[in-house]
């Protein structure tokens, strides 16, 4: 089954209240973000989509999958979910090297016809571009750093796994290269929602699906000006984490207050 949208059809907030945007549609190819406080409902949307929704979780939302009900496989069958979900708690039940993770992971896919050797290359490389860490394939997957191990699974989802709706939560809190993940994810035709605080992630977003008190309050789309207002917003951001990286690497900061002035 060819998935081109998604449809959120609006439910109820924590009062019981409906909830103001009845109708979400997203397409292939949309980069979203979701924001909003902490404790606002955030991930309980994620979590919404996730499920495929049909008035049976708490806040009776429902989930379309191109304009209907999802189909049973879609829960019932693993191998048939089209959707891979990141989360800020990730832990690995096996031990294994990189490589025979990925490998394995790779010879499940039989259906896309690309070697195995080559969907790891592939993989690895996209992975290595997200951390400043390198990931190397000998290390084991419970030796990874938190940005390592979710720029691995942020390649997996989207290559060997070809999944066409990713949900990241909060993944900008691991060492993920921001910029550069959305760039490269925009490459490929699927639909990736963020949850996010990180006004990087939400200013390059096509649009941000605000939420309050349980409920989805409006969508608002990245107006132009947002756009360019981005720019600044991502220079002050790269000097931020290069002064992060010195502090860790334990090395003076003393020459950095004028680029600092700069970019603020």
Do not use: W
């Amino acid at each position: 089954m060819a998935i081109e949208s998604i449809t959120i059809l609006g439910g109820h907030g924590k009062d019981g209240g409906e909830e103001p945007v009845r109708r979400i549609d997203l397409r292939m190819g949309d980069v979203v973000s979701i924001v909003g406080p902490t404790g606002s409902g955030k991930t309980t949307l994620i979590n919404d989509i996730e499920l495929f929704a049909d008035a049976n979780t708490p806040t009776g939302r429902r989930i379309l999958i191109n304009g209907a009900v999802a189909p049973a496989e879609f829960r019932d069958n693993p191998a048939r979910n089209p959707i891979a979900l990141i989360t800020q708690h990730t832990t690995f039940l096996s031990d294994m090297p990189v490589q025979g993770f990925l490998e394995t992971h790779a010879r499940i896919r039989t259906d896309v016809g690309e070697p195995a050797e080559s969907l790891v290359e592939r993989t690895l490389a996209f992975a290595n571009q997200l951390t400043g860490e390198p990931i190397l394939v000998r290390s084991r997957m419970t030796e990874l750093s938190g940005g390592q191990t979710r720029a691995l699974l942020i390649a997996d989802a989207t290559i060997l796994c070809n999944t066409p709706i990713v949900l990241l939560d909060e993944v900008e809190n691991a060492g993920i290269h921001r910029s550069r993940a959305l760039e490269l994810l925009r490459a490929y035709r699927k639909i990736f929602i963020f949850v996010t605080h990180d006004p990087r992630i939400a200013l390059l977003s096509d649009y941000r699906i605000v939420m309050r008190n349980g409920t989805v309050r409006q969508v608002l789309h990245t107006a132009a000006d947002e756009r360019k207002f981005s720019a600044k917003v991502t220079k002050l951001d790269d000097f931020l984490s290069r002064l992060r990286e010195r502090i860790r690497m334990g090395e003076s900061l003393t020459d950095l207050e004028a680029e600092l002035e700069a970019v603020a």
